[in-house]
């Protein structure tokens, strides 16, 4: 279970969204939460005394946030203001500290606005092997220090690799502080490599390609489904049909209300998995739910 928790902030109530939910697994489990800001060198527009003085902001920043939250955490709160480059001084940071979990805030933006998710984000979960929990909030934030949500269904998502399979050991862990349900999914794809519907004969042969794909996944997810049942964990299963893989993982999960949404990214980086991945990418940007994501170790960068 998690014992110690890292939460980014960079001085916005945008950021600090991601506090409620800290504070909340914290005080299920008593873990500790760690709060850090990172200062970037920033030399094309500092003056004489600019570091000292952003220092000094930030460490006041980050003692009025603990005067906010104060006894909302089931652990101790600590602090850390870092220099360097945010990405490497956070997952530095969380190897230092021994963290099990990472909470952060990150915009649902487009590509041009925000860099799809965000580059901090987007560069520590492809940088990290810890599970993150990416919280979007709506852009009017206030901040807060309660969380009184409870995750009743938890969306698991599945393709049938082993690196997607990681993430029912993490969304597990996490559901059993709320005592959730779960439901496994798999999105399968139209046929793309039969010929065209027009033509005789194909489309009846494109539909028994999908029927085929969707039994299979059904049986996939089932079998998985029926190891937690053994659990005593409460599981459901529904495989969706979409050309994208992310935009039915936002249908599923609406469908089933979901309030969390878990799933593996490889993470890697370059044309073959753009920023996180397209599937990850377009179910941060398309819900408000927090969203579990997690890169195994086995997902190296391209």
Do not use: C
Request: charged content about 25%.
């Amino acid at each position: 279970m998690y014992k110690q928790i890292l939460v980014p902030l960079d001085g916005s109530a945008f950021a600090e969204a991601a506090l409620p939910l800290a504070l909340e697994v914290s005080r299920r489990t008593g873990a500790n939460v760690h709060i850090v800001t990172v200062l970037e060198p920033v030399t094309s527009f500092a003056y004489e005394g600019w570091e000292g003085a952003a220092v000094e902001w930030s460490q006041k920043y980050l003692e009025d946030v603990l005067d906010r939250i104060e006894g909302n955490a089931g652990g101790d709160v600590s602090r850390a203001v870092l220099s360097g480059h945010t990405v490497e001084m956070l997952d530095r940071e969380a190897g230092e500290k021994d963290v099990d979990l990472v909470v952060m805030a990150s915009h649902g933006r487009g590509a041009l606005s925000r860099m799809w998710l965000g580059s901090v984000a987007d560069g520590f979960i492809r940088h990290t092997d810890l599970p993150v929990i990416i919280v979007r909030p709506d852009e009017e934030a206030e901040p807060a220090a309660s969380f009184e949500h409870v995750f009743e269904t938890l969306l698991i998502s599945l393709d049938g690799s082993e690196l997607s399979e990681d993430a029912l050991t993490y969304a597990t862990e996490f559901g059993e502080l709320f005592d959730s349900a779960y439901h496994l999914t798999r999105v399968v794809s139209y046929p793309v490599d039969i010929a065209s519907p027009y033509l005789p004969h194909t489309a009846q042969l494109n539909q028994q390609v999908l029927d085929d794909a969707k039994k299979g996944a059904s049986e996939y997810l089932e079998a998985h489904a029926e190891n937690m049942r053994r659990r005593g964990l409460r599981v459901t299963t529904s495989v969706g049909v979409d050309a994208q893989a992310g935009h039915g993982l936002l249908t599923e999960a609406t469908a089933v209300g979901a309030d969390m949404i878990a799933m593996a990214t490889h993470g890697r980086t370059g044309l073959s998995r753009a920023v996180l991945g397209s599937a990850a990418d377009k179910v941060v940007r398309g819900t408000h739910h927090p969203v579990l994501l997690h890169r195994p170790a086995g997902a190296r960068d391209d």
